[in-house]
């Protein structure tokens, strides 16, 4: 990680307690979460640590690189990397896979743009600060992280429900480079990226699913926002809805055509049924031979960007795990 001076005008920007270390970050946070193990609550002091975990190829040092030191427990796990100056903890990183890596929330010098969305480690909790009742996801042990899901994804011998499953567990979020190549690298997708590469991959490798991408404009309420994605979405939906376009596939299973909707994860897959729409009722285009301007098209036509957006900010904060 050489110092590298230059700060990009998009970039989220960090530093320890002493400034002496800077970094940047050249893409957004994948997810956020907060961790309850014994490790994280002796380094911290505290009954979690909160961290937000991003692709380590993202992540530039600034200034400091001399400062900062390493650390890993003598057992194993993920390498600690802190200020050897003020003692100032910020990140930490897969020792095998510098790509895996995780920053501090308290270390961004403003709002990160993520929220923790999940707790990991709480079959070790401190007995001495009970975990809120915030609706969060919950592990006893480690979050998985989706590197798994990526070898699902590319693996030319997963079956169809390895694949969906794989689709459906990345998180959600909008890569920096809004393609099927950027929601591999930066392992997240939304209902556009993660439906084109799911109806090519059908198609190269079931052919007989012959997949079909769908484009549905509907009207979303607060009502049903809240039923779908919970409270904090519901909260960015105006009065009257808002209108957006989703996108799905529909394939052929056991001699029938099914819906299937990956945007986010939900109870397992049984391989014929349908997945329930991650949106509401509406009007249906199925797509033709350039779905990504037919749906650019259609979101002219009938969006509100001013209240889309947002929309879509609270999606990928909320990681329903995280339509749009």
Known sequence: MPDSPAVSDSALT?????????????????TAGYCHCTRCQRRTGTASSAQARIDGR???LLQGEGLLKMWRHPEGGHEKLFCSECGAHLFSRDAEDHTQMSVRLGAFDGDPGIRPSWRSFVAYAAPWEPIPDDGLER???AKPRPAACIDALLSADASLLDLVEAVRA???GRPSDRTVEGMLREQRGTCSTKHLFLARVLAERFPETEPLIVHRVYTLDRARAHELFGAGVAEVIPEDGLVDVHRYITARLHGRRVEIDTTFPGTAWDGCSALPLACGPGEDYPAGENPDAEKRALQEQHCDPAIREPFIAALASADADDGG
């Open 14 to 30: 960090g530093a320890c307690l002493c400034e002496g270390v800077r970094f940047e970050l050249t893409a957004p946070p994948l």
């Open 58 to 60: 993202t992540l530039r």
């Open 170 to 172: 990345l998180p959600y």
């Open 139 to 141: 592990y006893d042990e």
